[in-house]
């Protein structure tokens, strides 16, 4: 689960330069994975219009291109984790519970179901971290965007979640208490400044420490999680990290981002290490 290659000197320099007083932050550009498969992009609607109003006023339209297109990619980010509550649909079913009191739904993909994946149960609280998992990869590579456009569109990305995760507590959980959403939506973007932290450190000193910060949010720290699926989510992250890296600005800025799936990392986690078995 260790990364052998070269960091970009684009990122490190690229990153210095725009935030000199954030020496952590910088470090993590160094620790990208250099070797992956690019995500499966594809050009999006709105491309032609947003590569067009960009070169016509490229200062003026930034914050509008900034907005409709982080809908695009924090909506891409939270089709990962989707799930549906089939009882909000029936008028009388209770809805099943997790040991921890949250709506237990349905869901679909390598994050949730059988053996052979990741198992996770569908809940708001899981939608939430791996949405929130691949925002942080966006916005790593956003880190790299021209100094003055990163704040724009890191503030519409946080915008966009909140909206998305609102809207979820309301149709698909019932909490009608605006002060009681506001509570979470809080309590959301505490988590998000926390996962940042810690998945940066996990960039900066390796596989383990990346690896507890994914298990620490995406696991609920579960003592029984399947290591080897941890180790594909680990080798997942570096994978698309590397991929992002290799596409410019203008593919990212024009919504261009398929994510993959960590399955697609099995047989590089299920290698066997040239390490073992070998005299130290």
């Known amino acids: 689960m260790s990364s052998n290659s070269k960091p970009s000197t684009r990122y490190i320099d690229r990153y210095?330069?725009?935030?000199?007083?954030?020496?952590?932050?910088?470090?993590?550009?160094?620790?990208?994975?250099?070797?992956?498969?690019?995500?499966?992009?594809?050009?999006?609607?709105?491309?032609?219009?947003a590569e067009t109003l960009r070169k016509?006023?490229?200062e003026t339209t930034e914050t509008y291109i900034a907005y409709g297109i982080s809908?695009?990619?924090?909506?891409?980010?939270?089709?990962?984790?989707?799930?549906?509550?089939?009882q909000i649909k029936e008028?009388?079913?209770?809805?099943?519970?997790?040991?921890?009191?949250?709506?237990?739904?349905?869901?679909?993909?390598?994050?949730?179901?059988?053996?052979?994946?990741?198992?996770?149960?569908?809940?708001f609280n899981t939608w939430a971290q791996i949405t929130f998992l691949h925002m942080y990869l966006l916005t790593v590579?956003?880190?790299?965007?021209?100094?003055?456009?990163?704040?724009t569109w890191n503030q519409h990305m946080i915008?966009?979640?909140?909206?998305?995760?609102?809207?979820?507590?309301?149709?698909?959980?019932?909490?009608?208490?605006?002060?009681?959403?506001?509570?979470?939506?809080k309590d959301l973007f505490?988590?998000?400044?926390?996962?940042?932290?810690?998945?940066?450190?996990?960039?900066?000193?390796?596989?383990a420490v990346l690896a507890t910060a994914i298990w620490r949010n995406v696991c609920k720290g579960d003592e029984e999680v399947d290591l080897e699926k941890l180790g594909m989510v680990v080798a997942y992250v570096r994978s698309v990290l590397s991929a992002l890296d290799s596409m410019g600005d203008s593919a990212i800025a024009t919504g261009d981002v398929l994510f993959g799936s960590p399955s697609s990392e099995a047989s590089l986690v299920q290698t066997k290490s040239q390490m073992l078995g070998t005299d130290v």
């Open 56 to 58: 016509r006023a490229p």
């Open 159 to 185: 915008n966009h979640f909140s909206y998305l995760a609102e809207e979820r507590m309301v149709t698909l959980h019932n909490i009608s208490a605006r002060m009681v959403r506001n509570k979470y939506l």
């Open 16 to 49: 210095f330069t725009a935030h000199s007083d954030h020496s952590l932050e910088a470090l993590v550009m160094a620790m990208l994975n250099q070797n992956g498969p690019r995500p499966d992009a594809g050009p999006g609607p709105t491309r032609k219009v």
């Open 190 to 207: 505490v988590q998000w400044r926390g996962l940042t932290a810690g998945y940066d450190e996990g960039l900066v000193k390796g596989d």
């Open 91 to 123: 008028n009388g079913l209770e809805t099943p519970k997790s040991k921890d009191g949250e709506d237990i739904g349905v869901g679909k993909g390598w994050w949730y179901e059988g053996p052979t994946e990741m198992g996770l149960t569908p809940t």
């Open 141 to 151: 590579r956003i880190r790299c965007f021209p100094e003055a456009h990163v704040p």
């Open 71 to 86: 809908e695009s990619l924090v909506k891409e980010c939270a089709r990962q984790a989707d799930y549906t509550i089939p």
